[in-house]
């Protein structure tokens, strides 16, 4: 019989794949429908788990292959590497408050506006596009907001979360007195990076060629 427990840190996560596995492998394995349910936190993780299973299983059937055990054993490890990666995202977005700037934020890490556009690889005309929300979130490349996370040590998911707000007027932008100020309807990205006066050619390719 399977005893669940709580699993609150990503230890313990190799604890439950400990348990997963064992249980996998009994007469009487638990369906993954019932672990599913008691640890619905983990559901992605479970569920891979499962899927590389029969994969792990054929390989243990296959001749003494020193080189091909390595592999598949670097496989597990990425597996599981990936699981405390998501885990431990989930756990800052449930914890880190919410972010109010994409330029405060890089000043507490360090880096200024031209450093981190730099870093990401856009011109300053994009970064402040990102900055006011001006680009449709649909169209902006999950490696954009993977490395923008990465560069300001928050979760993927508060990036996503500040740019699905609505979109914003610049501060200290001038405009007609005579006319309402208009918030400038939001861009596809790959359209703003076609159109970046400040990005060459190779930074621009390597945007748009997302295959």
Do not use: C
């Not at 880190?96 to 994409?102: D, Q």
């Not at 001038?174 to 861009?187: D, F, G, H, I, L």
């Amino acid at each position: 019989m399977t005893h669940f427990a709580s699993v609150e840190n990503s230890d313990e996560l190799d604890e439950l794949y400990a348990a997963w596995e064992e249980d996998r492998r009994s007469s009487h394995p638990t369906p993954l429908k019932e672990w599913i349910r008691r640890y619905p936190q983990h559901r992605a993780e479970l569920i891979q788990w499962a899927t590389m299973a029969p994969i792990m299983d054929y390989a243990e059937t296959l001749p003494d292959d020193p080189e091909g055990e390595a592999h598949v054993r670097a496989i597990g490890h990425r597996i599981i590497e990936e699981a405390r990666r998501k885990w431990r995202a989930r756990q800052a977005a449930t914890i880190a408050p919410p972010l109010r700037s994409l330029q405060a934020t890089a000043q507490r890490v360090g880096l200024n506006p031209k450093a981190l556009a730099t870093r990401l690889g856009l011109g300053l005309t994009l970064l402040m596009k990102l900055e006011y929300r001006h680009l449709r979130l649909a169209s902006i490349p999950d490696r954009l907001i993977r490395q923008l996370a990465e560069a300001l040590q928050v979760s993927e998911q508060h990036i996503r979360a500040y740019l699905q707000q609505p979109p914003t007027l610049a501060p200290g932008a001038s405009y007609r007195a005579n006319q309402v100020p208009q918030v400038p309807a939001q861009e596809d990205f790959a359209h703003a990076v076609r159109s970046a006066p400040d990005m060459d050619e190779a930074q621009k390719a390597s945007w748009l060629n997302q295959d």
